[in-house]
């Protein structure tokens, strides 16, 4: 089955790696390139260390002529290209490609240009996301979208990955924040994708950058809008005594024409798990948690406030509390930041994962986690951007037990399928990369993995950015079916269920 | 239903025969030429979903934008990048095709950023669905955003599911006497700001200026900005969104030129209207393509000759030679044979 030109994972082992080292070492300054084990160990993983791998070599250009450089001998010599930001991605798209050059964008760290008539700064990718925000303060701006990385992820890897964050409901994506990339092909092709204005001619490719993993082109540069600070924000924290209750709360809110700045559910484990951690002062007998946020005028904020807590009664909730202070905002908040820290804290090791849901299937989702833990014997906490359906499961283990990390696995792919049986999505904002590459075959189909192959190769012809990454090839999919027995016996047929 | 539609692709592909995608035909005059059998999709009509508390709807390709836009409107909700209809008749198909967007816009986005997922069918006849029904969704490449404004030529978008925002609970529109180059500037530097601002205009030496949003923050921002209030606010909106505004009328080609927003007053001839806070002008005139064209690029941007009784020569900026390689690339990936649209965008895409 299958076209024949995508029908297997590419062998890139015949590579003559002391040929690559000297024509690198012709384009890059002596301490640009990194060959020794011991400076490419470093580079092994991103966010997602359970996936490591040591690259061919490590390339730390500072210049975009070094870039094209570094991709046209690549290009030339058949090799594989991985870019790479600050490596806080958690779906492993920063791994390296054992055959292949790992091309670090963190010298690129140069706020070129900050224009706060027009709203917009252009940046290099390697400039972190928070540091854009800090840039603009003076001027009464910021850049919207804040993953929880924010203070080390970088603009060039929240474009790969189309980043969210906390407030995306109400102040969109990466991809709604976004004017212009400059990019090159792995020819060394220059793109100049968008621009100032607010649209461009041709196809949207600045869509399709966003998010495309660095399987398409090398971002060199990156023009962001940049948002009106609001004035003021206040946030609601509402106890829930079921997750169903804090489910139609949230549903209820929208219903109601008000779209918060941010909306968060945790649930008890999660609550639980922080609260020893930041005092956040969270009521740890509530199944559920809000966290609803109003920013705007003053004037805008009580107004949204006081429908937010009317809505809040209405469903249900016990403790209702409304920040007073900015102190006190920050420390509500505090917590649900903290999750993944607090996660870690509590137990070796976690694995988070990013499916999305329409929202109304929320407690269904958590009742089939719930079964889940006892099933793979693995505890779970679950914080979720409730505004948006994107739910982030921590499943905990312990990679030093034996078994435990496969278990993990398991139940990981089990929450991503059931996302897409739901009518979700196996990633909302951390992106495939390596680690939900199998349950992409579950989400589409072969003729719809064979466009996306297709979208690539005009792109990149040869297949050398990122290759294995995001898109699976069609026999990967067919051995993951066999392998994998969808609705029939379980992976763990002798562990005790329910 | 959708079959048929499948079915008249794959004929088409088996002849090489070109197709021309069209619902009931309110955006013709828009783009290049107009080339090939006709596809009505009109048929192919109705809403499959919508979910008020979820903030989506979806529905088929043929499904009036105005029944969409009613239905939507009974939950207190709203399309809100205001897409122009030109015409009762207008499909959700024909709306994301076009791609076109109207005066909320700069503050609320395009069409693309509120289409959350498509059913497609490319050019051997396959039904492909990307993205879904969630707000947040990064499995696969971003392709139901390229399809948008992407005029049926990479295929044809059977369904779609849009994300849909709260009607605001108040609305006033000031204005303002103020000539072109100090609106230019008051419309940049109020955007700066936390303003509930949610349309701009200057047109004449007036500039009008649309507040959205809660009760308090609307009435707020009137205090702090001054201005009159007109009472037929609404129908100033309407009449930009659809172009019935007495600058849109008459014979004299029609430029639209996609700017930086602090580009100031462009000096063209023919008569200049401004919207999206001075991102895009308007330019009713008769001149030379290049005059348009080169004054866009000047400031950053681009020109569309976007109405005119005769179009003669490109429609859209011609794009830089790795762009059109790309984008070759791209029509070749979906429409192997080249039936959808050909030329509609591009004379040779």
């Known amino acids: 089955m299958g076209t024949p030109e995508f029908a297997a994972e590419r062998d890139f082992s015949r590579i003559d790696r002391e040929e690559l080292l000297s024509e690198l070492a012709e384009v890059l300054p002596r301490d640009a390139l990194l060959r020794d084990e011991e400076d490419l160990r470093p580079y092994e993983c991103d966010g997602l260390t359970a996936c490591r791998r040591l690259p061919l070599a490590v390339a730390l250009p500072e210049s975009e002529d070094q870039v094209r450089a570094i991709l046209r001998i690549c290009a030339s010599l058949g090799v594989p290209v991985v870019a790479r930001g600050a490596g806080t991605g958690l779906s492993g798209g920063a791994m390296p490609h054992q055959d292949g050059v790992l091309l670090s964008l963190a010298k690129f760290k140069k706020i070129i240009r900050i224009d706060p008539v027009a709203r917009i700064a252009v940046v290099q990718p390697g400039v972190r996301n928070l540091a854009i925000s800090e840039a603009v303060a ?7 979208p804040d993953p929880s990385s924010q203070i080390a992820c970088t603009i060039g890897g929240n474009v790969a990955e189309n980043a969210g964050g906390v407030h995306c409901l109400k102040y969109g994506l990466t991809v709604h924040n976004l004017l212009r990339v400059r990019a090159l092909t792995i020819e060394g092709e220059v793109l100049e994708i968008g621009g100032h204005a607010l649209d461009a001619p041709g196809y949207d490719l600045l869509a399709l950058m966003t998010g495309s993993e660095g399987m398409l082109a090398v971002i060199t540069e990156i023009t962001v809008k940049l948002t009106p600070k609001p004035i003021t924000a206040r946030v609601v924290l509402a106890a829930f005594d079921s997750v169903e209750k804090a489910g139609n709360a949230v549903a209820s809110i ?21 609260e020893p951690f930041v005092n956040a002062g969270y009521p740890l007998d509530a199944e559920a948690i809000l966290l609803a946020e109003s920013d705007g005028t003053p004037e805008e904020v009580e107004e949204d406030i006081a429908r937010i807590r009317q809505v809040m009664e209405a469903s249900g909730a016990g403790e209702i509390r409304v920040s007073r202070d900015e102190a006190e905002r920050l420390r509500f908040w505090s ?53 948006d359906g994107n739910l982030h499961p921590l499943i905990l283990y ?3 037990q034996a078994g435990e990390l496969e278990r993990a696995e398991q139940f990981g792919a089990e929450i991503l399928e059931l996302s897409v049986k739901l009518g979700g999505t196996v990633t909302g904002e951390h992106g495939v990369g390596i680690e939900k590459i199998n349950q992409m075959c579950a989400q589409f189909s072969e003729q719809e993995l064979t466009l996306f192959h297709r979208v690539k190769a005009a792109f990149d012809q040869e297949g050398l950015l990122n290759p294995g990454k995001a898109i699976p090839t069609l026999n990967r999919c067919v051995e993951y079916g066999r392998k994998h027995v969808h609705g029939g016996q379980a992976p763990f047929p002798d562990l005790p269920r329910f | 239903m959708v079959q048929r539609l499948q079915a008249s692709i794959k004929d088409a592909a088996a ?110 006849g396959e039904m492909l669905t990307f993205g879904g029904q969630v707000m947040k969704n990064v499995a696969g490449y971003d392709l139901p955003r390229l399809m948008v404004g992407a005029l049926g030529t990479l295929g044809l978008i059977a369904e779609a599911s849009i994300k ?37 205009c200057w047109c004449d030496g ?20 001054g201005g009159i209030v007109i009472d037929d606010g609404a129908e100033f909106w309407h009449s930009l969104r659809e172009q019935f505004h007495p600058y849109f009328l008459g014979d004299v080609p029609s430029w639209r030129l996609s700017v930086p927003s602090t580009t100031p007053p ?28 080169d004054a866009a690029r000047a400031a950053g941007g681009h020109a569309t000759l976007y109405r005119a009784p005769e179009k003669t020569g490109e429609v859209f900026s011609p794009l830089s030679a790795p762009l059109m390689k790309l984008h070759r690339r791209l029509k070749l990936a979906f429409d192997p044979d080249g039936i959808f649209n050909p030329g509609r965008m591009y004379a040779d895409l």
Not at chain 1, 350 to 374: F, N, Q, S, V, W
């Open chain 1, 254 to 274: 929208i219903a109601a024409g008000i779209i918060p700045a941010g909306l968060e559910m945790m649930d008890k484990p999660a609550t639980r798990a922080v």
């Open chain 1, 335 to 387: 917590g649900r930041k903290a999750a993944f820290p607090a996660a870690g804290r509590i137990s070796p090791d976690y694995y988070c994962m990013d499916g999305t849901i329409p929202r109304r299937h929320l407690a269904e989702m958590l009742t089939a986690i719930a079964a889940m833990e006892k099933k793979y014997e693995l505890r779970c906490c679950n914080v979720f951007h409730a505004g």
């Open chain 1, 138 to 144: 003076a001027h009464g701006l910021y850049y919207a």
């Open chain 2, 206 to 225: 007036e500039l009008s200026v649309r507040l959205s949003g809660a009760r308090a923050a609307v009435a707020a921002a009137r205090e702090q900005l």
């Open chain 2, 164 to 200: 849909v925002l709260p009607r605001p609970v108040a609305e006033a529109t000031l204005r303002f006497e103020m000539p072109e180059d100090k609106a230019i500037e008051t419309m940049n530097r109020w955007s700066g700001r936390p303003l509930p601002i949610s349309a701009t």
């Open chain 1, 398 to 400: 312990d990679a030093n």
């Open chain 2, 15 to 124: 002849r090489k025969q070109a197709l021309r995608l069209r619902g009931s035909g309110t955006k013709d005059f828009y783009g290049q030429r107009l080339e090939g059998e006709l596809l009505d999709t009109r048929y192919y009509a109705g809403i499959v979903a919508y979910e008020p508390t979820e903030l989506v709807v979806t529905a088929r390709c043929g499904t009036p934008l105005a029944e969409l836009e009613e239905l939507v409107a009974g939950k207190g909700q709203m399309l809100a990048f205001e897409p122009p209809h030109f015409g009762a008749e207008a499909t959700l198909g024909g709306c994301l095709a076009a791609g076109i967007s109207g005066p909320r816009r700069a503050s609320a986005g395009a069409v693309r950023d509120f289409v959350l997922g498509v059913k497609i069918i490319n050019g051997r």
């Open chain 2, 266 to 293: 462009l000096m063209l001839p023919g008569q200049q209207l401004i919207e999206w806070g001075g991102a895009q002008r308007w330019v009713r005139t008769a001149a030379e393509a290049y005059t348009l064209r």
